[in-house]
Structure formats: structure tokens, C-alpha cells
């Protein structure tokens, strides 16, 4: 590849960087008003958020299989202008479930870009560098983050939420256009098979069912919930007789540095991805912040993200990715601790303050975790590894939700978040970092379990 299509590559994919994580932290700032336009419950708020997340896990893998295929370039083009469609029809949808159709589609997109971005960049830059160029992606990312909470906050209270949407469209479109313009792949790094529709139907329905029962819970949704376990499990089992999986456990069970890495990822997002929804939401019912004061004191977080992710990854190229990790996820969970103790009258300076160093540990351990994936495996197979991060991600993020459904359905019910019901809440919201703060515990212990990076490829 060349230097201007390897320019090209950095270019786009830091674009798709910005624009996913911009759109997921954004909307976040917005649900409130959301809610009051469409008159929401708590349960059917949570799925503006979820339903982007859950379809975006759904189609990872059989996209990234796609990718892996026929070439990453062309499915990656195609995901920036579904998202950039779909924002435009959420940011004029008329009725809740207009939205949530767009949310929807919208995850699609996501799926295209995600599964094929971080593969694109592994293979434009050599091994030695490759640390560095995805320390800049996720530095991006983080970016978006930041600007998620503080333009989403803006735009929502000078304008409307629907202005978050169609500030996306021309960052789709200009993504779109270069990456037209990139070079055919060579095809001796794509690889040769069919795809698994079948797994891909088993796995769809387990995620689906999975979620969607969990939101019924604690009355109901356990059949939903059985039946998305078993299609799950017996997903893993057809998968072991394929040819040409669509999830390959040879990689999980010969490959320990691949497996705990996307471990350690699955853990960290389940974690700490509620945690942006969850301080939205308080900052503006508890705290009575405009959507762009609480846009403002999420930014903590993020920006600190973003000044730290490219030196983790840089260090990455030569410090095990073990010890930087371990030490990003044991950040992150005194971070997280301090939430527990959120009530009506925390200082706002407390909330930076844990924010900050959530955000230190989330820089110190996403760079050189997403390195140490990536260098586990060969050329050919970056783009399984990475729809496989990127399927961790998601399906991190979509459980993370999901807790968090459960623990308002369990403690809140399906009501409309009102000052009667703030004690409440802040139960639920103190019982969902409690839950965070366990399983980000468990995160060490599965960062801690891989061995020593792989020689770099």
C-alpha cells in the first residue's frame, strides 16, 4: 500500500472513529428531551440508547466475515453512508418508533464501519508502528466523546435533539467520498469461504432474545431470556462443525492472548459504558442541569481519554500490554467506586473528579488491549480479529444497558422519571454502580490471566 492510500486509510477511519462514539454519547445528553417530546418511561428510554447498540452487535460478526471476504474497503463504504442516511431520518423522525427504526438502522451502519476499520488501518501500517496509528484511532474516538456530551448538550438546549443527528450527515458524506478513492485490496489478504447464514440467524435471535428479556424483567421476560442462552449456546456448538464460521473458537481456545484481550474488552465496556447514560440522566433529573452544563462535566472524562490513549499505545509497541491494561481496568474501578455514593447532595467537583480518573484508566487500558488483539493474529485474519473487538464492544455495551434495565424495571418500573420517583431512581442508580464496580473487578482478573504478548506480526 502507499503512502497516500495509507493517508487515506487514517483519514477515513479516524472520521468513522469520530462520528460512532460522538453519535453514542451525545444522544445520551439528549434522552431527556427525547423523553419529554415523546413521552417515554424509563424502560422505552433505555431503548433510544440499546436498540443502536443491540443491532450493531447483531450484524459485527457476519459483517466482519463479509469483510474478511470480499475486502474491507468496499463494506466500509457502504457503512458510512447507511449511518449517514439513517441520521438524517432520526433527526427528522416524527413518532418514537420512527426513531427507534432509524436507531436501528443506524447500528447497522456502525456494524459496516466498525468491523472493517481497525482491520483497515492493522494492515495499511507495519507492526512497529501499528501501536501508535491505533493509539490515534482510539485518541479520536475519545474525541468524539468529547464532543458527544458538549455539542449534543448544546445543540439540544439552543435547538433540538434532532440537531445531533443531522450534524452527523456531513462527516458520512465526506467519509463516504474518500474512501472511494482508496486502492483495490489485494486479494491474498482476503481470505476464501462461504458465510455461516445460518449462525448468523442462531446468533441474532440469542442477542435479541437475550436483551429484549431482560428489559421485562423482574415480571417477566424469563422465557425470552432461556430461550436467548440456548440459541447462544447452541450457536457455539454449530459453529464447531462449520467449515467457514462465523465465530471461529480456534482462535479462543489456541490463541490466549486473543481470547483473554477480548475478554478483558467484553468486561470493561459491560462496565463502564452505562456509566455516561447513567451521569446524564442524574446530572439533569437529581442535579436540575440544562442538557449543555451536564454535556459540559461529561467531557471530563473523555478528554482526559484522549491526551492519554495515544502514549498507551505507543508504549504498547514495547511494554506487555498485560501490565498497561491491568493497570487501566484497576483505574477504572476506583473510578467507578466513587459513584456508589452519588446523592442529592454530591459536590459536582466529586463527579469530575471520578470522571477524570475513569477516563485515565479507560486511556491506559483501550490502546494497548486493542494492540495486543491485533497482534495476536495474522494479516489475513485482522478483519475477523477486529469485528471480533468490535462485537466485544458492542455486545459489551448492549449488557451494560441491559443491567441497567433490569435494575430500573426491579426498583423504578416502567414510569416516567418524575420528582415523585427521584428516591428511586437514585437506588437504581447506586445499585447499577455497585454492579459496574464488580464486574470491572473481575475485568483485572481476566486481563491479568493472558500471557505475554505475541511476537508482532
Not at 31 to 60: E, G
Not at 354 to 381: E, H, Y
Not at 385 to 390: K, P
Not at 417 to 424: A, K, N, Q, S, V
Request: hydrophobic share 55%.
Amino acid at each position: 500500500m502507499n503512502l497516500k492510500d495509507r493517508r487515506t486509510v487514517l483519514l477515513v477511519v479516524l472520521i468513522s472513529s469520530f462520528v460512532t462514539p460522538f453519535m453514542s454519547s451525545s444522544v445520551n445528553v439528549a434522552l431527556p428531551a427525547i423523553s419529554k417530546q415523546f413521552n417515554l418511561d424509563a424502560i422505552s428510554l433505555n431503548w433510544v440508547a440499546a436498540s443502536y447498540l443491540l443491532s450493531t452487535a447483531i450484524f459485527l460478526l457476519p459483517i466482519g466475515r463479509i469483510a474478511d471476504i470480499y475486502g474491507r474497503a468496499g463494506i466500509f463504504t457502504a457503512g458510512m453512508i447507511i449511518f449517514g442516511i439513517s441520521s438524517l431520518v432520526a433527526g427528522i423522525a416524527n413518532s418514537y418508533f420512527m426513531l427507534l427504526g432509524a436507531r436501528i438502522v443506524q447500528g447497522i451502519g456502525s456494524a459496516f464501519v466498525f468491523s472493517t476499520g481497525v482491520a483497515m488501518l492493522s494492515a495499511a501500517y507495519k507492526p512497529e508502528i501499528r501501536g501508535k496509528m491505533l493509539g490515534i484511532s482510539v485518541a479520536m474516538v475519545y474525541i468524539g466523546l468529547t464532543a458527544g456530551p458538549f455539542l449534543g448538550g448544546y445543540l439540544t438546549q439552543m435547538f433540538s435533539w434532532r440537531g445531533i443527528f443531522l450534524l452527523i450527515a456531513p462527516f458520512c458524506l465526506a467519509g463516504f467520498i474518500l474512501s472511494l478513492t482508496l486502492t483495490k485490496e489485494d486479494s491474498s489478504n482476503m481470505q476464501k469461504g462461504s458465510i455461516d447464514i445460518i449462525g448468523s440467524v442462531i446468533y441474532a435471535l440469542g442477542l435479541l432474545f437475550l436483551i429484549y428479556g431482560f428489559s421485562l424483567l423482574p415480571k417477566k421476560g424469563h422465557l425470552f431470556i432461556l430461550i436467548g442462552i440456548c440459541s447462544l449456546v447452541f450457536f457455539i456448538f454449530w459453529e464447531k462443525k462449520q467449515q467457514s464460521p462465523l465465530f471461529n473458537l480456534r482462535f479462543f481456545t489456541a490463541n490466549r492472548v486473543f481470547a483473554f484481550s477480548n475478554l478483558a474488552a467484553l468486561i470493561n465496556y459491560s462496565a463502564t459504558f452505562s456509566s455516561g447514560f447513567l451521569i446524564s440522566l442524574y446530572l439533569q433529573y437529581i442535579k436540575g442541569l440544562s442538557p449543555d452544563q451536564a454535556g459540559l462535566i461529561l467531557v471530563a472524562s473523555p478528554v482526559i481519554m484522549a491526551f492519554i490513549a495515544p502514549f498507551s499505545g505507543r508504549f504498547s509497541d514495547s511494554i506487555d500490554a498485560r501490565i498497561l491494561s491491568s493497570i487501566g481496568m484497576t483505574v477504572l474501578a476506583a473510578g467507578l467506586s466513587m459513584l456508589i455514593f452519588l446523592n442529592n447532595a454530591t459536590p459536582t467537583a466529586y463527579i469530575v473528579t471520578s470522571l477524570i480518573i475513569m477516563g485515565t484508566g479507560f486511556g491506559v487500558f483501550s490502546s494497548p488491549n486493542t494492540n495486543a488483539i491485533m497482534g495476536a493474529v495474522s494479516r489475513k485474519d485482522y478483519g475477523m480479529a477486529s469485528g471480533m473487538l468490535a462485537t466485544m464492544r458492542m455486545v459489551g455495551q448492549t449488557m451494560s444497558m441491559a443491567v441497567v434495565m433490569l435494575i430500573f424495571s426491579a426498583i423504578l418500573g416502567r414510569v416516567e422519571i418524575m420528582p415523585e420517583h427521584f428516591d428511586l431512581f437514585l437506588q437504581a442508580l447506586r445499585a447499577c454502580f455497585i454492579l459496574n464496580t464488580v464486574i470491572c473487578v473481575f475485568g483485572i482478573f481476566a486481563s491479568l490471566a493472558r500471557d505475554k504478548n505475541l511476537p508482532l506480526r
